[in-house]
């Protein structure tokens, strides 16, 4: 069955303020091949590392320290590049368009539903190029 673009050698950019889910995070993408960029604990840590290291895709906590991630979105967004929501938040409490209609998974999350979910938004990145 195919399972979609390889996550090998792919820039994923992880924003989460929760040190111990962090590091998850990072070495289940690691180990899925990705090259990970961050995490990120803060928003103004996470601008920096898309301002200067160019992510493909990235997965975000929707808090960062009582922070909305909402800036970071918009900027992933301003660039095409695709984005995951990670929360605890229902829909209803994402009330921002750039989150409210993002890919989202609900804490916690599985590692198969982890690399799912970002090879899907990579495959709608590629679809909506015109490379």
């Known amino acids: 069955m195919d399972q979609g673009p390889d996550l090998k050698g792919r820039r994923v950019l992880v924003v989460e303020d929760e040190f111990l889910l962090a590091m998850e995070l990072e070495g289940l993408l690691s180990r899925s091949g990705c090259d990970v960029l961050g995490p990120a604990a803060t928003v103004g840590q996470a601008l920096a590392v898309v301002r200067d290291q160019e992510p493909e ?50 804490k916690p999350i599985s590692d198969r539903e982890l690399c799912r979910a970002v090879t899907r938004a990579l495959q709608a990145r590629s679809f909506g190029s015109d490379d």
């Not at 909402?70 to 695709?82: E, I, K």
């Not at 929501?85 to 409490?93: E, M």
């Open 57 to 106: 895709v990235a997965v975000l906590d929707v808090n960062l320290k009582g922070e909305r991630v909402t800036p970071v979105a918009a900027a992933l967004y301003d660039r095409g590049v695709p984005f995951v929501v990670i929360t605890g938040y229902s829909g209803a409490q994402l009330s921002e368009p750039e989150l409210r209609q993002a890919p989202r998974l609900d």
